[in-house]
């Protein structure tokens, strides 16, 4: 074995690694459509969206480390059927309680918004521990470019899906569909192979004291990787602004410019439409550019679109910066996904994920606060203006010494255990 020695997996199980991803983004894309419009119809209010944005994402800073430690052991496929399972469980279950008690609409939302964000934990996690099994080496930039592209494809027909599902069922009934789909994701991946046990983070105790050592290990490699570190901080910080941005969305299109529901999906499809062209330009690009150019390129476009998004003084301005700063999120993510793995050990990648994930998704609920507690008396507008003029000064910063630091972290990698890890 040498350094440059690359594996692939067969092309089946490459694409139905990708129809599961898919699947599972297109039913989150019809929730996150659904979801916030019937809030904000419901109660008419900004703090009652951004309160429903923050108590969505706190139970899931809890459950990563441990959906980290889960995935190691468990190697991924089973995992994500499981709990794809559930997440359709969930979302029938609030289907079915708001159209039977509608008056208890924003309670049951926001609980399935808290639960089906704590699921998307152990999907995730399941998520990055797959991708090293499928492919390593040079292959491995392209087959996380593909989990980028799934997402970037659920942005473009999930909205889609979405508004003709509200069109002809309803908002309620949406949340049925997606239900269904959910359990689509899962069974998806039903035929992949189950890793070998060398693959596996095994361990003969799995009581409380196991547990504990394991997140441990988990952090302590996290925060004894230097560039490992740096990237989660520019990614809090990129993560923040994007937050408040995301959970103001539906009011800036509904209600700072007055424009219709469906300027709301059209907004997501356009984002997915890039998509598709980042599907057939991104295996190029990857032959003639570094993955270092693509995480520059990705983070100057954010920031420059995050600045327009906050002076955009009209809808179309607006729905331009808001394709561009999620299209360059999709590019700076290919650098992100691929970076890190390649400085993490392959069978405690779980484990130093889970408080990766955890350290970058805390911006979520702040960014909903925010939203909650200022959003009134700034405006939405204002409040993204703010945030994108901080992404600009700390990212001026830590951009060029995480960069720096990945490339003094794998010069000093040789041998090929590590090289693919």
């Not at 808290?114 to 099994?133: G, Y």
């Not at 509200?166 to 899962?186: H, I, M, N, Q, R």
């Not at 299109?253 to 998509?275: D, K, M, Q, R």
């Not at 299209?327 to 050990?345: C, D, E, K, M, S």
Request: hydrophobic share 55%.
């Amino acid at each position: 074995m040498t350094a440059d020695l690359e594996t692939v997996a067969p092309v089946s199980h490459r694409a139905l690694f990708a129809a599961g991803v898919l699947l599972g983004l297109l039913s989150e894309q019809m929730v996150a459509f659904a979801i916030p419009l019937l809030i904000y119809q419901h109660t008419n209010s900004l703090a009652a969206l951004g309160l429903a944005f923050a108590v969505e994402w706190l139970p899931a800073l809890i459950a990563y480390p441990f959906a980290g430690l889960l995935a190691d052991r468990d190697g991924g496929r089973r995992l994500f059927r499981r709990t794809n399972a559930l997440r359709g469980l969930v979302l029938a279950s609030a289907a079915c309680v708001v159209l039977l008690v509608p008056s208890a609409t924003t309670v049951v939302l926001m609980t399935s918004g808290a639960l089906l964000s704590t699921l998307s934990a152990p999907v995730r996690m399941c998520i990055e521990k797959l991708v090293p099994q499928l492919a390593s080496g040079q292959r491995l930039a392209g087959t996380q470019a593909l989990v980028q592209n799934m997402e970037l494809l659920a942005m473009a027909l999930g909205p889609g899906l979405a508004v003709l599902g509200a069109t002809l069922l309803g908002k309620v009934w949406l949340l049925g569909v997606a239900s269904a789909v959910f359990l689509l994701a899962g069974a998806a991946w039903t035929p992949l192979p189950r890793p070998s046990r060398r693959e596996l983070a095994l361990t003969e105790d799995s009581g409380s004291g196991a547990v504990l050592r394991e997140l441990r290990l988990g952090l302590s490699l996290l925060t004894g990787t230097r560039p490992v570190v740096l990237l989660a901080a520019l990614n809090f910080t990129i993560n923040l602004t994007l937050a408040v941005v995301l959970s103001v969305n539906a009011a800036m299109i509904t209600g700072v410019f007055n424009a219709p529901e469906s300027a709301l999906a059209l907004l997501n499809t356009c984002v997915g439409l890039i998509g598709l062209i980042n599907v057939l330009l991104t295996p190029v690009l990857l032959r003639w550019v570094r993955v270092e150019a693509l995480g520059i390129a990705g983070f100057t476009a954010i920031c420059i679109a995050c600045v327009a998004l906050g002076a955009a003084p009209s809808v179309v301005l607006y729905g331009a910066a808001y394709v561009a700063a999620l299209a360059g999120t999709a590019v700076f993510n290919i650098y992100n996904r691929t970076q890190r793995v390649l400085v993490i050990p392959r069978e405690h990648l779980g484990k130093v994920m889970g408080p990766f994930y955890l350290t970058n998704l805390l911006s979520l609920p702040i960014g909903g606060l925010l939203v909650a507690l200022v959003g009134s008396a700034v405006g939405p507008q204002g409040l993204v203006a703010g945030l994108a003029i901080g992404l600009v000064v700390v990212g001026a910063v830590l951009l060029p010494l995480t960069v720096l630091s990945f490339r003094r972290a794998l010069a000093r990698f040789t041998t090929p255990e590590r090289a693919v890890a």
